[in-house]
């Protein structure tokens, strides 16, 4: 299901392990990352981590056994700790093992030790599979319980915290954090006290990117709920504002149900001719992080699962390239009577930033997308230029002229721009002449 690629897996933690250069491949994260998979499966690469993990901590054992004070000397460790830490060794061998393989900053160091102060090959062999197999679950649970916990939470974006309008430099700036980092770390052969702190916090920002990405490729039968929408649904439209809801991913808040196309055969080669750009969706495809982070590089992230009534789309188009700002459209096809022109109910809506969010009944922080809050504007603008594509074409707005009385984080008239290529009966003329009902019902194609 995953396609971290285990291989690649194995190698990272096997690196991770070793004295010095683990610094440079910080495997915890990727350790959160897959914790919060467990739900969906994903035990084959978190296996992997665990054996790679024991595989490097040989290797620093046997450091230590044969290159024992010349390994000790380039970590640069201080003495009066060193004397403590053997005096523990030498009471509690194996159990000071398994638990300084849990502490981050000092598991390499306890291994390289081990070889060194002469533990058995066998002895240790056992209790650093134990301690590697603790590691690795340790920040696996960490990830387990955050996904876990915001499903149960049924959490929703709410107040902001923080917004960031521009991701790039977000990234960029985290990337040059750590870069610092892990460059005064090595410049301070004794590892002061500010830079082992700062070093955690920059790994704790990792891991709760970790979360975030976990939360969002999180699909939770996702596609199985792909499927047209009831004709009785876009009825439905005329009478009263349809909200179109996040699924199992909450990037952002609800909204409205605002657009429909009537007659329109093929609308993704319209909106390509348009100039908007497909989107890959999460409903839709088993998306893995580095794919999101090309496409996000790309200015083509992927679109959250936006479900109406339940029912997901993996129909989705942004205007232009970029992450934020950007208008985004989403289609659900309708399943309609034989011989009924192609129907799709619609939303559109625009991202303005990106945003820290604390949601749910116990306040957990997550990252979502910030909603232009007046949609109308963006709803009309889009339904002249789809309708200028089209010799002879016209739109009309429908339904209720009153804003939805449910809480909501946009602001809108609460009526559909309804779209229709010449000679297609209206959706007021579709609902009145057919009727919705289960006889004949076809899925509308796109060519």
């Not at 230029?385 to 429908?398: E, F, H, K």
Request: glycine share 10%; with cysteine; hydrophobic share 50%.
């Amino acid at each position: 299901m995953l396609s971290w690629g285990v291989p690649a897996l194995l190698l990272a933690t096997i690196v991770n392990q070793l004295p010095v250069i683990s610094v440079f491949v910080p495997t915890e994260p990727v350790y959160v990352y897959l914790g919060t998979q467990l739900p969906q499966g994903g035990w084959t690469s978190l296996l992997a981590c665990m054996l790679g993990a024991w595989i490097g901590a040989q290797g620093s054992f046997w450091l230590g056994r044969t290159a024992g004070a010349r390994v000790l000397a380039r970590m640069n460790a201080a003495p009066a700790a060193m004397a403590r830490a053997r005096a523990l060794f030498e009471r509690r061998g194996p159990p000071f093992v398994v638990l300084a393989q849990l502490i981050w900053p000092i598991a390499t160091l306890c291994q390289v030790l081990a070889g060194a102060w002469g533990m058995r090959p066998r002895t240790y062999l056992v209790v650093s599979a134990l301690g590697a197999v603790l590691a690795v679950l340790q920040y696996a649970a960490i990830g387990y319980a955050s996904a876990t916990g915001l499903a149960a939470l049924g959490l929703q974006p709410k107040e902001p915290l923080l917004v960031l309008l521009g991701p790039y430099w977000l990234l960029i700036g985290l990337a040059l954090l750590l870069l610092v980092g892990w460059a005064l770390i090595l410049r301070r052969a004794r590892h002061a006290l500010p830079l082992r702190i700062a070093h955690a916090a920059l790994l704790a920002l990792a891991m709760f990117g970790a979360i975030n990405l976990g939360t969002l490729t999180g699909r939770a039968e996702a596609a199985g709920r792909i499927a047209p929408l009831p004709l009785e649904l876009a009825c439905r439209t005329l009478d009263e504002t349809l909200i179109a809801r996040t699924g199992e991913t909450p990037l952002h808040a609800a909204q409205p149900v605002n657009l429909a196309l009537v007659g329109y055969y093929a609308p993704d080669a319209l909106l390509g001719g348009l100039g908007w750009l497909r989107n890959r969706t999460y409903a839709g495809d088993d998306l893995d992080p580095a794919e999101i982070l090309r496409l996000t590089y790309r200015g083509l992230p992927p679109a959250s699962s936006l479900l109406i009534e339940g029912v997901a789309t993996d129909l989705a188009w942004q205007e232009q390239r970029g992450a934020v700002p950007r208008t985004q459209l989403r289609l659900w096809p309708v399943a309609v009577p034989s011989g009924v022109p192609p129907l799709y109910l619609g939303s559109v809506g625009r991202i303005d930033a990106v945003t820290l969010r604390l949601a749910g009944r116990i306040p957990l922080p997550v990252l979502a997308y910030d909603l232009f809050p007046f949609t109308d504007s963006a709803r009309n603008s889009q339904a002249e230029a789809i309708t200028r594509a089209v010799p002879g074409a016209s739109w009309q707005l429908l339904g209720p002229s009153t804003r939805p009385e449910e809480e909501s984080q946009f602001e809108t008239d609460g009526r559909i721009a309804v779209l229709r290529t010449p000679g297609a009966p209206s959706l007021t003329q579709i609902c009145a002449e057919t009727g919705p009902g289960p006889l004949g019902m076809v899925l509308p194609t796109e060519g």
